[in-house]
């Protein structure tokens, strides 16, 4: 192998890794993406410092937490003259650097991609049919499937490049983010009312905050178009949320399926082309979804389906095949991987580690045991309330800080600021806040000095 490998990102939105069915899913079968895991490695506890797009994606490319890189919500846009992003740190250093796909990180030329050799992308969301797409700033309409020209563009610059040099190549899916219309040949892929319910798709929030009793993601009050279709008349709140997860599993797993069509596409090609052992692949999403679980759909919040990422990767002189890490990753630590692999100094600015080692299977004694989460867009989009958290191995602390006026401008949202603590090992679906438990004092103490030192070591303030 080469010093410095290729890099083959491949990221998908909204996919949880619990529709992934190397990571054990119930509702769908992923085969090439079970065959890059079967090929590398598949890291378990792989987490996002914001659930949400645009935050996300602009973690990724900085290494950088929101409050530092300015993208704290689905509002804001990068500034892509920064000069600490991943592809301008590679394209320094020899990388051919492309990006093709969903980049919702802004629509002004002042966020547009930068530093990249050649990029395509979609306008915001983008269309899943006949996309409308900005190759290298000029507008240009493809027909087709959006997930297949994607893949399709990505293999065009593939085949355009100098093969003596290494390539980064970064290619972002818009499926399977709502409202999940798949390609023509899955339309009928598996059956509607059949799916296997969630544990947790009944959930009354019984133990929770208030600031989880008034979220708006509830699954049946998902809206029309992407539901497609009203609710059976006459049915009651249950058999409501129980069609309604029906309905939206249905749809969402069959635009997931065009997504592993890509990832086999790009897997043959480097087969084809004898790029295979030379390149480093990744699949992931730019963060975790709620798939029915609580009753819910989309992320935001700090539980567990919304927070986890999958993360799988091969590399074969490097990454044992068919291997599983349970430390943790964080969306912040993919730029300083990058860079390492690459062979480029990663910058004090970025706030992630290199998890290269934890790809091959050797940890450092110093990695991580705990990370730090901030959702910061306040109740703007599903009323969620803006919250701050700790997790470690075991446990988790969430703390709603609470809405004021000039949040929302609704006063009858005011809410004060509320706590929620989890034992992961006892209750992993998160149904039973145990903050003020007397039996869980020692941990709630521990567990906020904890969230107070990574608060401090990442640069954040605390809002109370």
Known sequence: MPNRPNILFIMSDDHAAHAISAYGSKVNHTPNIDRLASEGVRLTNTF????????????????????????????????????????????????????????????????????????????????????????????????????????EKSIDWLDSIDRSQPFFLMVHHKAPHSPWLPAERHRELGTEGEFPEPETLMDDYETRSEAVKISSIRIEDTRKANLKFDPPPGISQEEKRRWAYQRYITDYTRTVQAVDDSVGSLLDYLDQHGLAKDTLVVYTSDQGMFLGDHGWHDKRFMYEESLRMPFIAR???????????????????????????AGVEIPSEVQGRSGRALLRGEAPTDWRTS?????????????????????????????????????T?????????EWELYDLEADPTELNNVYADPDYSDVQAEMLVELNRLQAAAGDEPRH
């Not at 701050?388 to 006026?405: F, T």
């Open 409 to 417: 401008g609704l006063p009858e949202l005011q809410l004060e600021p």
């Open 315 to 341: 590399l074969p002189a490097e990454i044992p095949p068919g291997s599983v890490a349970g430390e943790m990753l964080l969306n912040i630590d993919f730029a300083a991987t990058f860079c390492d692999f």
């Open 48 to 151: 996002c410092t914001n659930a949400l797009c645009t935050p996300s994606r602009a973690s990724i490319l900085t290494g950088q937490y929101s409050h530092l890189n300015n993208v704290k919500t689905l509002d804001d846009e990068i500034d892509s003259s920064l000069p600490v992003q991943s592809q301008k740190l590679l394209g320094a250093a020899g990388y051919q650097t492309a990006v093709v796909g969903k980049w919702h990180l802004g629509n002004n030329e002042a966020s547009n991609p930068d530093g990249f050799d050649y990029w395509n992308v979609l306008p915001g969301q983008g269309d899943y049919y006949d996309p409308t797409m900005f190759e290298m700033g000029e507008e240009r309409r493809y027909e087709g499937y959006v997930t297949d020209i994607i893949t």
């Open 371 to 407: 990370m730090y989460y901030r959702y910061w867009m306040h109740m703007q989009g599903h009323r969620i309330v803006p919250h701050y958290g700790v997790r470690n191995e075991r446990y988790k602390l969430i703390h709603y800080y609470g809405v004021e006026d000039d949040d």
